[in-house]
Every structure is written in structure tokens, then in C-alpha cells.
């Protein structure tokens, strides 16, 4: 007895003890399920914490001027009226009193603090004081809180370090507070700043999620009864993978993996693979039943001829998604972990629960021993399947040169696909916050900007504040999509009536003399100074390919105008990083699908000792990747961090379906003898089961499709295609591979065998 039939009667002895284990790992999951952390697109999902560039941005920026910014967006007739300056200072010492809250600038303050310079009363004076103030008001100062006298905004600042639920509570303490400060009625608030835009993009990933995995399920049973209803409980897979998916959201909790919008797309991913495998063993245990072989030698005969098979796919599945942990995007590496380890728990589920439910159905409800079976009858999607590649393999030639030639043009065009990193396009347009957010930027101007980090001795040395003031002034001239460009050196020029002053004593009395607000934004100590390059709103108006170009020509400008000697200066910020994002996925996208390969042709190799067997896996994928880059290309897609795991999810995909094609053709070829033979028999009994975890697989996706973010929604779109065509290349490429290795393989054997026989004839 094998070891395969030794698990297979333990399984069915062992009822008991299965589903106790399962029961318990099955509580424990939901317990962990609870300790996932729902992630936007933050910088940590975006940038390795070891990596220089993450380095320079929350060391140096981050640390020493990084603040989040909530915004109340204020509209009105006049929003400089005195009634409503007194509401907004009352908002504004409110705001101050809350816990995070770091820095308060409003249109309010800037009246009050003018007024207590003059008179030393801090408070919103009459209505012509008032106007007399905001004609002498520095245009800096007033610009950024003010655009005209129907706009102004109140800028929240908190420190980058608050985790979700704080931020979430600042939210909901800055609209109790504007309730609280009773601004005249015909005043229009908004809520908006990053803050509340992360703030939207989770809830509505979470709300969207739920539904998106209810429809997936809904489109997964039409599949399983459309294509699957050859068997008795043709529904039981969906339950089976769906506890492997609770067991992985307990994996998840339990190692502190986030749920971001690109680890949420694993999960169709999972159930698709997933679903293949209770399939698998589900179609052979109604083959061995239907066949006349009693429940328990039919339960052991699945898990000895499926167990091995199923595991090997498995395993070669893994090695495809390994190649996502070399990513260099955190994000992409926790959707390639999420995907290792639920495999696992798919597998598992697959092997022990569902077998045990239908070993103890089939002992409950016996078939029928005379009558017909009700899924007795071999599929009659097999019998099609069966003439489509008896088809395909007599016109072999003309499939293999269509495949491979479209596959070497779309192998060549898929280094053409753009890549977008900018998370602005992977939401729905039409979220409220961003709706909210494009409108702040249409009044005061877009507010991307890159960051320029100057580190020295001494920040206040005269001549470093003159290079400073310079190198702004030349990006503005030379730059036209430079609006901006502010430093501590700008406000140290406007207070000294438009130049540096050379006396460093004087330098340091007007910095003290600055607003608490301006010196947390531009300067930190006496050593680090931060330059705020405001570029509108490039990153619509250029888009990715643009902004990159943007920030080489911008590096080129400091290198024309170095700046003075044991002077470090480096640029960051979040246009930086996606950026550095996009680069990352351009390139990696690449070597990750290579890397992929390598790792399944090594462990192909090392489990079958056979190049052939190897190649035959490793083919097929290599078409399918091409023809994928065709409609990329040619379909106007673009690479996002989702869609950049392509290559990864094709090659897992479709090697199970080769690997699983390959063991039953040569378990059938043992017993047929004949190549032609052994295909037909294979195509036949494995073919529905294929098909229907292809459908499933297929229906799962669709339902990504309906997704209101587009980086998941179109990232269903394209799997739809690479399992349509991993399918196709299954039952053409794949088929014809083979038939056409074991003619070449017997004539070879037939050709020594007949040098052998004249060696010996000569001897003799």
C-alpha cells in the first residue's frame, strides 16, 4: 500500500477528528480574521521601510516636516464678513484643544494674530479693520488660506503617524467642532485634505469588497451547475474553498498581512485555484464511484491518484507566486504571500474536509446498483472537448505556428504597456471626497508638489539662503509646470523687504519673529531646511509618463545649480515615491515573470527528472503571457501595481491546468499504450473538471469587473482573458505539445532500439 493509500483510508477512518480540527482552525481564523488591517494606497504599501528612498522620506521629510492635512473648505458671499471670522476662530480654538491636532491656519487666524501684533488683543476686529488687515496681509500668508472673498480654507495639521482610527477620530472631532462654532447659515462647509480622502477609499473597499465577493459566489454556482452538473452535489466546491479563504483571513490577522486593494484581489485568485482543487478530487471520486468501486476503496483510489497530482500543481503554483516576493513594492509582495499561504489552506480543505464529506455522503445516499445513476452519464462537455482536440492535434502544424507567433509579436509588445502608480486613477471618479478634494484644487491651485530636503551646519547661513532662493527662482523661470516654489528663505526675504539679509544675527531674529506654522513647515533646527515645489496639478495634466520626465528635468536643474559646498540636498516626497513605484513595476514587472519561470522549469525539473515533462508545463505559459501583452497593448491597458503581477498569476494559473492535463495523459498512457489514445481518454474524464474550475475561476474575476476601483476592476478584466486563454492553451498548444513529444520520444526509443538490434545481429 502506497503512502497516498495509507493517508486515504486514514481520511476515511478519521471522520471525527477532521472535523474537529477543521472546526477549531476555523474559529481560531475568524478570531485572527478580526486583527486585519484595512490599508489604502499609504506610502508603507508603496515603498520597502529599508529602502533609501523610504529612508530619506520619513527620516528626513516626514519626520522633520511630514504632516497630514485636513481642510475645511469654506464658501460664501463673503467668507471674510466679520459674523463668520468670529465662528471661524471659535473652530480654529477648538480644533488647537483636540489631541494629534499639531497646527491650526485659517483665514481667522491670520486677522486675529494681525490684530494682536497692533493692538495686543487677540480677536476678529470690525468689519473696516478687518478689510485694512487683509490689504496689508503678506500674499503668502493670505494666498494659502484665502483664494478670493467667497473662498477661504482651514488647514488641520496632524502628525503622519496616526493610524487609521485616530485619523477617523479627528475627522469626526473637526465636524462635531464646526457644528459646535455656528457659522452663519448661508456658509458652506467642506470637509477635505488627504486625510479624508484615505478615509473614503477604505470604507468604500470595504463596503465594495462584500459585495464584490457576494456576486463572485452568485456567478460561481451558475458556473459550477452549468458545467460541473455531471455529479452528485455539484455545489459542494464553493463551500469547501470559502472555508480555506476563512482559514487564510485567520493566517492574515495572525502575521499582520493588511488587506490593501491589491492583497483583496488574491482572493478571487484563491478561489479560483482553489476551486480546482476540491474539483479535482470531487470529478474522480464520481469517476471511481460510478466505475462500481464501493465508497471507501473509492475515496482511497481519489486521494492516492489525485493527492500527488493536485499537490504537484500546487507546489509549481507556489513557485510562480514566489517570484512576487522579490517585488520591491510591499504591496505586491503581500498579495504574493496572501496567495502562498491560502493556497495551502485551499489544498487542505480540498484534501481532508471535502473528502470526508463525500465519503460520508456517498456512504449515506449509495447509488443505485441497477437503475442509471443520475451522474453516471460521461459528461457530454468531455465528449465535445475530446472531438475540439482530436481536431486540433490532426491540424497541429497551423496551431502551433498561430500560437507561437502571436505569442513572440505579443512578447515584444507587451514592453510597450505604459504603467500608472498614481492611486488618484484606481478610485472611483465619482467618490465624493475626491470629488471634494478636485474641487478645493480648482480654487486654490493644485497642491503636488515634490520636496526638496537641504541639510547643512548651519540652515540660516546667508549664502545657503541666497542658493535656496535662487534655485526656486530658477525652477519657477525654467519650469513651466512649476507654480511655486517655497522655502524659509521666501519668508525670510519677504520680512526684509525682498532681500537675504548678509548679517546671520539678523536672519535668526526674523526667523524667530515667524509664525510657529511656517517654521514646522520649512524649517527643523538649525540644520534641515525643506524647499516645497508646488507643480499644480501635473500629475493629471502630464500624467505618469510626464511627471517622470518632470522629476529627471528637475534633478538636472540642481545639478546645473549646485548648491554650496557641504551642502546635502535630495528630493522626496509622494510624487517622488510613485515615481520611484513606477520604475519599480516597469522593471520588475519583467524580471518577476522570469524569475517565475526559472523557479517552475527548476521544480519541474527536480520532481520529474525530465526536460520534456518540464517543457510541456513551462510552454504553454510562455504563449499565454504573449498573447496577453497583445491585448494589453493593443486594448490601451495600462500596468498598475495589480495588473503588474500578471505574468505571476499566468504562469500559477495555467500551470495547474497544464500540470493536472499532463498527469492524467500519462496515467492513461500506462494503460492505453497509444499517444493518440491516452489524449482522447484524458480529454474526456478530465476535461469538465478543467472546464468548470475554469468557468469558476472565470465567474470569480467577472465579479472584480463590477468593482467601483478601476486598478480592480480592470485587473478582473485581464485575469478574464489570461484564464480564457490558459484554458485554450490547455486544450491546443498544450495537446499538440504532447502527442507530438511521445511520437518524437517513440521514434527516437524505436530508432535506438533498431541500432541495438543491428549491433547485436553484426556481433552474431
Known amino acids: 500500500m502506497t503512502g497516498w493509500q495509507k493517508l486515504g483510508?486514514?481520511?476515511?477512518?478519521?471522520?471525527a477528528i477532521i472535523i474537529a480540527a477543521a472546526l477549531l482552525l476555523t474559529i481560531g481564523s475568524i478570531h485572527y480574521a478580526q486583527k486585519v488591517e484595512s490599508q489604502g494606497m499609504t506610502t508603507e504599501s508603496m515603498v520597502e521601510k529599508d529602502s533609501l528612498l523610504y529612508q530619506i522620506f520619513s527620516h528626513l521629510y516626514e519626520e522633520n516636516f511630514g504632516t497630514d492635512t485636513i481642510v475645511i473648505l469654506m464658501e460664501a458671499d463673503d467668507v471674510a464678513q466679520e459674523e463668520a471670522l468670529r465662528a471661524g476662530l471659535r473652530l480654529s480654538d477648538h480644533i488647537k484643544q483636540v489631541h494629534n491636532v499639531i497646527s491650526v491656519q485659517s483665514l481667522a487666524d491670520l486677522v486675529a494674530d494681525m490684530e494682536f501684533k497692533s493692538r495686543g488683543i487677540r480677536e476678529i476686529p470690525s468689519q473696516t479693520r478687518?478689510?485694512?488687515?487683509?490689504?496689508?496681509?503678506?500674499?503668502?500668508?493670505?494666498?494659502?488660506?484665502?483664494?478670493?472673498?467667497?473662498h477661504a480654507r482651514m488647514i488641520v495639521g496632524m502628525p503622519t503617524t496616526l493610524n487609521d482610527a485616530q485619523r477617523n477620530e479627528l475627522l469626526s472631532e473637526t465636524d462635531e467642532a464646526i457644528k459646535y462654532a455656528k457659522f452663519p447659515p448661508d456658509y458652506g462647509m467642506t470637509i477635505t485634505g488627504d486625510p479624508a480622502f484615505q478615509a473614503a477609499i477604505v470604507e468604500e473597499m470595504n463596503k465594495s469588497n462584500g459585495k464584490v465577493f457576494a456576486l463572485a459566489a452568485l456567478l460561481m454556482v451558475f458556473a459550477l451547475l452549468l458545467v460541473f452538473r455531471h455529479v452528485r452535489w455539484s455545489l459542494l466546491p464553493i463551500p469547501i474553498v470559502l472555508l480555506g479563504i476563512i482559514w487564510t483571513f485567520g493566517a492574515m490577522g495572525l502575521l499582520h498581512i493588511p488587506m490593501t486593494m491589491v492583497s483583496f484581489a488574491a482572493f478571487p485568485v484563491l478561489i479560483g485555484i482553489g476551486i480546482d482543487y476540491a474539483i479535482q478530487f470531487h470529478n474522480r471520486m464520481h469517476e471511481e464511484s460510478t466505475g462500481g468501486l464501493g465508497p471507501f476503496d473509492a475515496a482511497v483510489n481519489t486521494v492516492n491518484n489525485?493527492?500527488?497530482?493536485?499537490?504537484?500543481?500546487?507546489?509549481?503554483?507556489?513557485?510562480?507566486?514566489?517570484?512576487?516576493?522579490?517585488?520591491?513594492?510591499?504591496m505586491i509582495k503581500d498579495f504574493g504571500r496572501t496567495c502562498i499561504i491560502g493556497l495551502v489552506m485551499c489544498y487542505l480543505s480540498a484534501l481532508f474536509v471535502n473528502m470526508t464529506v463525500l465519503y460520508a455522503a456517498e456512504k449515506r445516499w449509495p447509488r443505485s446498483k441497477g437503475g442509471k445513476d443520475v451522474g453516471a452519464d460521461t459528461s457530454s462537455i468531455g465528449s465535445h472537448l475530446e472531438k475540439t482536440a482530436t481536431i486540433v492535434v490532426q491540424r497541429w502544424r497551423a496551431v502551433l505556428v498561430v500560437a507561437l507567433a502571436l505569442g513572440l509579436i505579443g512578447n515584444f509588445t507587451d514592453t510597450m504597456v505604459q504603467v500608472d502608480a498614481d492611486q488618484k486613477n484606481f478610485i472611483p471618479q465619482d467618490l465624493p471626497p475626491l470629488v471634494n478634494l478636485d474641487h478645493m484644487k480648482s480654487i486654490f491651485g493644485g497642491t503636488d508638489s515634490i520636496k526638496y530636503i537641504v541639510q547643512a551646519e548651519d540652515i540660516t547661513?546667508?549664502?545657503?539662503?541666497?542658493?535656496?532662493?535662487?534655485?526656486?527662482?530658477?525652477?519657477?523661470?525654467?519650469?513651466?509646470?512649476?507654480?511655486?516654489?517655497?522655502?524659509?528663505?521666501?519668508?525670510?526675504?519677504?520680512?526684509?523687504?525682498?532681500?537675504?539679509?548678509?548679517?546671520?544675527?539678523?536672519?535668526?531674529?526674523?526667523?524667530?519673529?515667524?509664525?510657529?506654522?511656517?517654521q514646522r513647515t520649512y524649517l527643523s533646527g538649525h540644520n534641515t531646511a525643506n524647499i516645497d515645489v508646488n507643480i499644480g496639478n501635473s500629475q493629471t495634466t502630464l500624467g505618469t509618463e510626464g511627471i517622470a520626465r518632470l522629476v529627471v528635468e528637475l534633478e538636472k536643474d540642481m545639478a546645473w545649480m549646485t548648491p554650496p559646498p557641504d551642502v546635502f540636498v535630495v528630493d522626496t516626497g509622494d510624487i517622488v515615491l510613485n515615481n520611484s513605484v513606477?520604475?519599480?513595476?516597469?522593471?520588475?514587472?519583467?524580471?518577476?515573470?522570469?524569475?517565475?519561470?526559472?523557479?517552475?522549469?527548476?521544480?519541474?525539473?527536480?520532481?520529474?527528472?525530465?526536460?520534456?515533462?518540464?517543457?510541456?508545463?513551462v510552454l504553454p505559459m510562455l504563449v499565454v503571457i504573449g498573447w496577453m501583452g497583445l491585448v494589453m497593448y493593443y486594448g490601451g491597458l495600462k500596468y498598475t501595481p495589480l495588473t503588474a503581477t500578471l505574468g505571476a498569476l499566468v504562469l500559477g494559473v495555467g500551470s495547474e491546468y497544464a500540470i493536472l492535463m499532463m498527469e492524467r495523459f500519462y496515467e492513461e498512457l500506462k494503460n492505453a499504450g497509444n499517444p493518440h489514445e491516452a489524449m482522447k481518454i484524458t480529454v474526456n474524464r478530465i476535461g469538465s473538471a478543467l472546464l468548470a474550475s475554469g468557468m469558476t475561476v472565470f465567474c470569480g474575476f467577472a465579479a472584480l469587473v463590477a468593482s467601483p476601483f478601476n486598478i480592480i476592476s480592470n485587473f478582473g478584466l485581464v485575469t478574464v482573458l489570461s484564464v480564457v486563454f490558459a484554458l485554450l492553451t490547455t486544450f491546443t498548444v498544450l495537446v499538440v505539445l504532447m502527442i507530438r513529444a511521445e511520437i518524437r520520444r517513440e521514434a527516437t526509443t524505436g530508432a535506438r532500439r533498431k541500432r541495438h538490434n543491428k549491433r547485436n545481429s553484426a556481433v552474431g
Not at 493527492?307 to 507546489?315: G, H, M, Y
Not at 522593471?587 to 517565475?596: A, N, P, Q
Open 9 to 15: 483510508v486514514w481520511i476515511a477512518n478519521n471522520p
Open 130 to 150: 478687518i478689510d485694512e488687515i487683509l490689504s496689508t496681509a503678506s500674499p503668502y500668508q493670505l494666498s494659502s488660506v484665502m483664494a478670493d472673498r467667497s
Open 306 to 330: 489525485v493527492a500527488l497530482p493536485v499537490i504537484i500543481a500546487l507546489l509549481v503554483t507556489e513557485a510562480g507566486f514566489l517570484s512576487l516576493l522579490s517585488s520591491p513594492v510591499p
Open 461 to 518: 547661513n546667508p549664502e545657503i539662503l541666497k542658493w535656496m532662493d535662487d534655485f526656486a527662482g530658477y525652477m519657477i523661470r525654467s519650469r513651466d509646470s512649476v507654480v511655486s516654489a517655497t522655502s524659509i528663505a521666501t519668508y525670510i526675504k519677504e520680512a526684509n523687504g525682498g532681500e537675504i539679509p548678509e548679517d546671520p544675527d539678523r536672519v535668526r531674529l526674523i526667523v524667530s519673529a515667524l509664525p510657529l506654522a511656517i
Open 582 to 617: 513606477k520604475s519599480a513595476l516597469a522593471e520588475g514587472r519583467l524580471e518577476m515573470t522570469i524569475l517565475g519561470l526559472i523557479f517552475i522549469f527548476m521544480l519541474l525539473l527536480i520532481i520529474y527528472r525530465d526536460m520534456v515533462k518540464a517543457l510541456l508545463v
